[in-house]
């Protein structure tokens, strides 16, 4: 794991590996608890987010996963953003986690490599 970042309430957690974005509920069913007060014995459930494949054919991208971060906001977070090499990638929370990892993400180009994936309070 090469980055982690947790939501502002504590319920969403991203793991971030080279290749994979790992989106965890904090929460357990039936439980007002997150697993960051107490630990559950059933395991979390993983979604997971990757670039697909033909894009990464197609745009020569080889470089790795920047760490994933939330942006962060007076109304929450609402976006997942990770870069890989000259590319930005970016998910809607409310899409992934409606869909159990939508394959559907935003991809922008930049001038640079990406570096660094933080937000400013209230940025978009």
Same mark, same amino acid.
């Given at each position: 794991?090469? +980055? $982690?970042?947790?939501?502002?309430? +504590?319920? /969403? %957690?991203? @793991?971030?590996?080279?290749?994979?974005?790992?989106?965890?509920?904090?929460?357990?069913?039936?439980?007002?608890?997150?697993?960051? @007060?107490?630990?559950?014995?059933?395991? *979390?459930?993983?979604?997971?987010?990757?670039?697909?494949?033909?894009? $990464?054919?197609?745009?020569?991208?080889?470089?790795?996963?920047?760490? @994933?971060?939330?942006?962060?906001?007076?109304? +929450?977070?609402?976006?997942?953003?990770?870069?890989? +090499?000259?590319?930005?990638?970016? /998910?809607?929370?409310? !899409?992934?986690?409606?869909?159990?990892?939508?394959?559907?993400?935003?991809?922008?180009? %930049?001038?640079? *490599?990406?570096?660094?994936?933080?937000?400013?309070?209230? !940025?978009?």
């Amino acid at each position: 794991i090469i +980055g $982690l970042d947790v939501s502002a309430d +504590g319920r /969403w %957690l991203l @793991a971030t590996t080279d290749d994979t974005i790992f989106v965890i509920d904090t929460t357990v069913d039936g439980a007002s608890k997150s697993r960051f @007060a107490k630990s559950f014995s059933q395991k *979390p459930e993983l979604i997971s987010l990757q670039v697909r494949k033909n894009d $990464l054919a197609i745009f020569n991208i080889e470089e790795d996963f920047s760490a @994933a971060r939330f942006n962060t906001g007076s109304t +929450g977070e609402t976006l997942i953003v990770a870069g890989r +090499g000259m590319y930005l990638f970016e /998910w809607t929370l409310a !899409d992934v986690v409606k869909e159990n990892g939508s394959s559907a993400y935003r991809m922008d180009r %930049l001038e640079e *490599p990406v570096v660094a994936t933080a937000f400013l309070h209230n !940025d978009k």
